[in-house]
């Protein structure tokens, strides 16, 4: 298939007049927030912790139990002294969506699951004000995080591609993101977890038994179900799908690489993503899609 043409947007006046949507039930300025240090952000998850309610931060109730743990790993994650330690967390981890437990194993994980249990999508949000932009600040907040002058570059550890979902769930819409296993080094931990993984896609019915330790990506790059950005945000909406609204669910993923900055502690502003760093889901996510009743169509990038 041929690539689309590359077309140059004139990207400021596309965002002039959509402004960015506030962030997290409301109270971050997202704009702002993409400038944060990875001070700044522990701050804010130490704030959400502090005010989960709906009055606060409006944490989903039933994670609400696992913030404390999720936020005390951050700060140990970020505090260490190796890339291994910065970003596989050191013991097991079992945090709670809705009801349902799952085990997270990374930092960007660990973010990814307060980006998605912290207060629902404002009213007005589209793919410009809100989607993309929200998408863009979760990446900005784990290489923030990962940053430590005592390891490697972190950008040599960064995920190859993020997911994002968002979905009606009674009369809110949420997110779900989070990423692929990476971590250059750290193949012995992201195998170990991307196996684990794939047992729980199989325990949740999402994935056939017949088809553990198999993938319908061709070589060059066949990775096994449950290595992709999808696998987290796609159990997290398994685990709640009588009560979401499956067809409205739209999503896209992206690579990080292609917007983030290249050097060390370098600044972000946020312009709006170019559709030319979203890619369309491989194929097993391609076969898991229609399993959770989503539109194939709402994955695939958008080729203006
Ligand atoms: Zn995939």
Redesign the pocket.
Known sequence: MESPPVVDIDVDSFIKDQPLLPAFNGKVDMTAAFKWSKYNILDFFDKVTAQPGPRGYNVEAGAQKSLDAVVTTIHTLVNSGTPQTSIFLPNQLDVFYYTTKFRIETIFELVGWIFSVTGFSPPNANRNNYYYPIAALYCVFWRRLTENSTIDPPIKHDPNMVQMTWFKVGSDWRICISSTLDGIGLKPYKDATQLRRQDVLIASGLLPQSMKNKSLVPTPNPQMFGH?A?TIPWLYIKSILKSVSATSAEGFAVKPKLFLPDKYQEAYVYARLDYRVLRP??E??AYLLPKLGFKAPNFEPPTY
């Open positions: 992709c999808e889901p491989c097993n996510c």
